[in-house]
């Protein structure tokens, strides 16, 4: 693996904010970032992050999560988010699944958002998440692709906001 996940932390702060800025560039979206692109306020989003890993101060209408960096193990640059919901609520369960994960685009089309969700899924096995649902527009071939690439099985679509969503889901084996 080219590519580890870290905790967010302030040190990251630069490259965070450099990240958000090239998806703004590109117009993309910024999944598994936990609400970056609705923020100016770094301090107050990182605070949320860190509410929202515990089932005591989750905010309400959120599950207990945990939003990783993954960083470039060779040159140390911030190549990738990804969100870990450890469980589902409706919302999730129809559209957003279990994990959320982006990669910025200039890296795109390298094999990191492969690596990135199977070391997503090593952490869902930490948390004992054996069935995990991971989702995508119909129209990202390259996020289905991904998804595939790391066991994912159609399961269905659904139509949500005018939008077609993938529904995959990904087995775990107890270790």
């Not at 702060?13 to 770094?42: P, R």
């Not at 949320?48 to 960096?69: A, C, D, R």
């Not at 930490?126 to 790391?150: F, G, P």
């Not at 159609?154 to 993938?166: A, M, T």
Request: charged letters at 25%.
């Amino acid at each position: 693996m080219r590519v580890k996940l870290v905790p967010i932390e302030i040190s990251y702060q630069q490259q965070i904010l450099e990240y958000k800025q090239e998806f703004i560039e590109s117009g993309d979206n910024m999944d598994g970032t936990a609400g970056l692109q609705l923020t100016d306020d770094f301090d107050e989003w990182l605070k949320n992050i860190q509410e929202n890993e515990s089932e005591i101060t989750v905010h309400e209408g959120f599950v207990p999560s945990s939003t990783l960096l993954a960083i470039e193990k060779l040159t140390g640059q911030l190549i990738g988010f990804i969100d870990i919901r450890h469980r589902l609520n409706e919302y999730l369960m129809q559209c957003g699944g279990h994990i959320g994960y982006s990669v910025r685009p200039s890296q795109r089309r390298q094999g990191y958002a492969t690596e990135i969700l199977s070391l997503g899924l090593q952490k869902c096995d930490e948390w004992k998440i054996r069935d995990v649902l991971v989702t995508c527009n119909q129209e990202n071939i390259a996020s289905a692709k991904t998804i595939m690439k790391n066991g994912g099985i159609l399961e269905n679509e659904i139509i949500l906001d005018g939008r077609i969503i993938q529904r995959y889901w990904i087995h775990r084996e107890e270790n």
